[in-house]
């Protein structure tokens, strides 16, 4: 829904990829056999989901295409992404809901070209219109978001340029400060509003997702992964607490 929602507003087209991961090694089964007998299973479930949605689009008022491959959806996804201008997911990889951030969302931000629409489960339709928050560090993946997501806060009846204020004896990070954030959204004819919200004792995916729900935001910009993917999964960065449980949307670029 969130999908179509975006492509009506934008006059956009949907490519739904599915892909049926044939790479699948169960141990001890040296000849496959495990997994030749589990395929026809596989696939006329792959063909009843497609059947079931195909259904459902046939009936809105938006262009699509389905896709249909074999091999890893993170493969799959990277390889038809060049010439797409998002790429939207579910905030959980399947079959692992509620056990921490999706790998693939991870592996999609940091290796896909175009930004990462990630949506929680409960999410039932998209806004564009809805105020966006953008949280800004100052970091070149900050500005990457920013960049990327201009088309949807040209958009939005309200834009908000949201930093968390560090302790004095924490020395922050600003190779672009908030005010040429705002700048370079007013060349684009897009006004934002600065806010500098207090770090407190909260995480800091916590303090940045309660400033974006007071100001009854729809949607959340932020670049991704600052710090090396490796620090982020074993010293839990921002990017990881806030994809593990977010309450809203997330567009993410790294």
């Given at each position: ?149 201009v088309p949807l806060l040209a958009a939005a ?98």
């Amino acid at each position: 829904q969130v999908a179509l929602d975006l492509a009506r507003a934008t006059g956009g087209h949907i490519t739904c990829l599915q892909a049926i991961n044939y790479e699948i090694f169960a141990p001890g089964d040296f000849y496959g056999s495990a997994i030749a007998a589990a395929m026809p299973v596989i696939k006329e479930s792959a063909e009843q989901l497609r059947a079931q949605i195909e259904a459902r689009l046939a009936g809105e008022d938006v262009a699509w295409d389905w896709r249909f491959l074999y091999g890893m959806s993170i493969h799959r996804l990277l390889e038809h992404s060049p010439l797409a201008d998002v790429v939207i997911v579910g905030a959980a990889d399947v079959g692992f809901e509620g056990k921490g951030p999706s790998a693939l969302v991870g592996d999609l931000v940091l290796r896909a070209p175009v930004p990462v629409l990630v949506v929680p489960g409960d999410v039932a339709s998209f806004d564009v219109t809805a105020p966006v928050m953008v949280a800004w560090n100052g970091s070149a993946e900050a500005a990457h978001a920013l960049r990327a997501a201009v088309p949807l806060l040209a958009a939005a009846r309200k834009v908000w340029l949201v930093s968390v204020a560090e302790p004095a004896d924490r020395k922050p990070r600003f190779d672009f400060p908030a005010l040429e954030g705002a700048q370079y959204l007013s060349r684009h004819g897009i006004y934002c509003e600065l806010v500098e919200v207090p770090r407190g004792e909260a995480k800091i995916g916590d303090t940045l997702f309660s400033a974006a729900q007071m100001r009854d935001c729809g949607l959340m910009v932020m670049g991704a992964y600052g710090h090396s993917r490796l620090a982020e999964m074993l010293l839990g960065g921002v990017t990881r607490q806030m994809l593990s449980a977010p309450p809203m949307p997330i567009l993410l670029a790294h």
